[in-house]
């Protein structure tokens, strides 16, 4: 009996133990007699960023790293945040951000105004790290960009790629509509290692852009290989996202060009020939005629994950492209005849709307014309789903292709015709319009995969920028917790939060942060579950979201009591050399 006794005696006083290693290992009880926190959070359900079940614990955060997990009765800190009835968490890490970018300075980290570097709009919503050079545009040299956000300070964190597309011109130049030759292959390769040995972290592609939709898969896997010793990341835009390629238009364009399918099988084959880290960014099933097909393309990473290949996807959870904002039905060759060239050699603005009268005069071509609106309406989503945002008329403003063609007793390619001859004749198409090309079917899909991260697509925003951004820049994180999770139950919001924190992580090779554990990074979101949602919307997107309490980068407030503070606490963050084993080691002092 005394044996049992004690038996049992042994297994309570286990349990406080039990819980802090659900917590990340922490020391259990934390005296007053214990040096100091700096921050100390107490009574929150933290969420650890693992996808494991919450756990009520107290996290203290101490130089900037988080010091202790677990239950921390009696510690001393210079500020305590009750954080009762709200969820702490890691920093969400921002897998696809365009906070930076290209040649153009301006809008990104590297503004002159300290507002834009502090990226209001991302901290907001509990982003603490950003991955930038996305699209397979950077700037050049990478040393430069990186010396600059050193110097004068930003909001997150950040991590810098370099884009295949900028070293694609660096060594063709204009001469870029063609397979590079293999000297030309081997000079952008030795510019990609330029660029890792500089801070970079990984190769961008925008192969649907210029001047990446002419590079071979040979090309592009040759640039990855030399990502590989730095254990780097290779982030596509691949070469469609859904029936065909953005620049895909019927009457001028060979028949067969690539789909999403395409595109996806082309990411694994170049992370299968090189062994790196494999993204599929923003990925998505576009255009009302290949709705459905997000199935084919999970069970082609699936298959391609269970024979060893590191590929990953990342999602931004709206059912609109950032294209599709500047939906413009009328096809490219039909806004640009002789009688545009002519007004730009004179300076003046082009008159689409007797462009397109010349168009319309010649049968053959108007034929053509409607095809391709006919197309085109297809990709955006259908007629039901293209929506005027503004033009002169406000009586449409609000209004569907469908519905203003249903009114008129005109079909939608004649109704988006009509836009363009009667709306603002300097303006392609007659006005702002905005197509939502994805099926929530394919995004539900998607979202609920495992190997998908949460990434917003979205750069820095400020009121004063004008209507015409995405909603995406302000609400992306907050909207997968509230619609796809607490709202929707597509995934629990563990794994939400999995999606945006220890999953980027593990794609970026990032082994101090994504979790809530002792030594991590102190970045750390804390939210109320019950008011946390996306504000933004197409007709007001300059709204922050709701719900986020508090966010740290490296245990600095960003957001503070859900006040921005414009600090700009962030750093560059830089990957080792580690392999091959050979590289490495002579690479060690």
């Known amino acids: 009996m005394p044996r049992l006794v004690l038996a049992l005696l042994a297994v309570l006083m286990m349990i406080p133990d039990a819980l802090t290693a659900q917590a990340g290992g922490a020391t259990a009880v934390h005296t007053a007699a214990s040096e100091p926190f700096d921050i100390l959070i107490t009574g929150g359900r933290v969420v650890d960023g693992t996808g494991n079940p919450w756990f009520y614990a107290d996290v203290g955060l101490r130089d900037g790293r988080i010091a202790a997990v677990g239950r921390l009765a009696g510690g001393r800190a210079e500020r305590v945040i009750d954080a009762r ?36 709009n991302v901290v907001a919503q509990g982003v603490t790290t950003v991955v930038v050079n996305q699209d397979g545009r ?28 900028t070293v694609r011109r660096l060594v063709m130049g204009d001469d870029f509509r063609r397979a590079a030759t293999p000297v030309e292959v081997e000079r952008m390769r030795a510019l990609v290692r330029q660029a890792m040995e500089e801070g970079a972290s990984g190769v961008s592609a925008g192969l649907e852009y210029v001047p990446g939709r002419w590079s071979t898969t040979d090309e592009v896997a040759a640039l990855v290989e030399e990502v590989v010793p730095w254990r780097g990341v290779y982030i596509s835009h691949e070469r469609a996202e859904g029936q065909d390629p953005m620049w895909y238009w019927p009457s001028q364009d060979e028949p067969g060009p690539p789909n999403l399918l395409d ?18 960014s923003h990925i998505k099933a576009k255009g009302a005629n290949y709705w459905g097909s997000s199935h084919a393309a999970i069970q082609l990473i699936e298959r391609a994950r269970a024979r060893g290949v590191d590929v990953w996807a990342d999602q931004y959870p709206y059912s609109t492209s950032g294209t599709d904002g500047n939906t413009v039905l009328i096809p490219t060759w039909a806004r640009r005849y002789d009688r545009w060239t002519a007004a730009n050699s004179r300076g003046e603005r082009p008159d689409y709307a007797a462009v397109l009268r010349e168009v319309l005069a010649d049968d053959e071509a108007a034929r053509k014309l409607r095809r391709d609106i006919e197309h085109e309406i297809a990709r955006r989503g259908g007629a039901e789903n293209v929506v005027v945002f503004d033009y002169p008329d406000p009586e449409i403003v609000g209004m569907s292709l469908a519905e203003i063609a249903a009114a008129r007793g005109l079909t939608p390619v004649e109704a988006a015709i009509r836009l363009q001859l009667e709306g603002d004749r300097h303006r392609a198409g007659g006005g702002r319009m905005r197509g939502f090309s994805m099926s929530e079917y394919d995004m539900e899909a998607f979202a609920a995969m495992p190997w998908v991260a949460t990434a917003s697509d979205g750069g820095i925003a400020l009121p004063e920028d004008g209507p015409a951004v995405h909603a995406r820049y302000y609400g992306t994180f907050p909207r997968k917790i509230r619609h796809y999770a607490l709202d929707r139950g597509v995934l629990s919001l563990e794994d939400a939060i999995r ?36 504000n933004a919307t197409f007709f007001e997107p300059h709204q922050y979201p ?26 560059v963050i830089t990957p080792e050399r580690v392999g091959p084993p050979s590289v490495a080691a002579a690479s060690r002092p």
């Open 85 to 120: 009835g709200l969820v702490v968490a890691p920093g969400f890490i921002d897998l696809h951000s365009h906070a930076d970018d290209g040649a153009r300075a301006e809008g990104g980290f590297r503004d002159q105004d300290p507002r834009r570097r502090a990226a209001p």
């Open 263 to 280: 595109a996806v099988r082309e990411t694994i084959e170049i992370g299968e020939r090189t062994g790196a880290t494999v993204v599929a």
């Open 138 to 165: 950077s700037p050049w040299p990478v040393r430069e960009q990186k010396a600059f956000l050193e110097a004068n300070g930003i909001g997150p964190n950040t991590l810098l790629l370099v884009g295949h597309g």
């Open 546 to 571: 709701s719900g986020i309490e508090f966010v740290l980068v490296g245990g600095e407030f960003v957001v503070d009591g859900g006040e921005l503070t414009w600090k700009l606490p962030g750093t």
């Open 499 to 534: 999606s945006m924190t220890s999953l980027p992580a593990q794609i970026l090779g990032l082994r101090d942060r994504g979790l809530l554990r002792e030594a991590m990074a102190g970045d750390v979101v804390i939210f109320d579950p019950d008011e946390i949602r996306d």
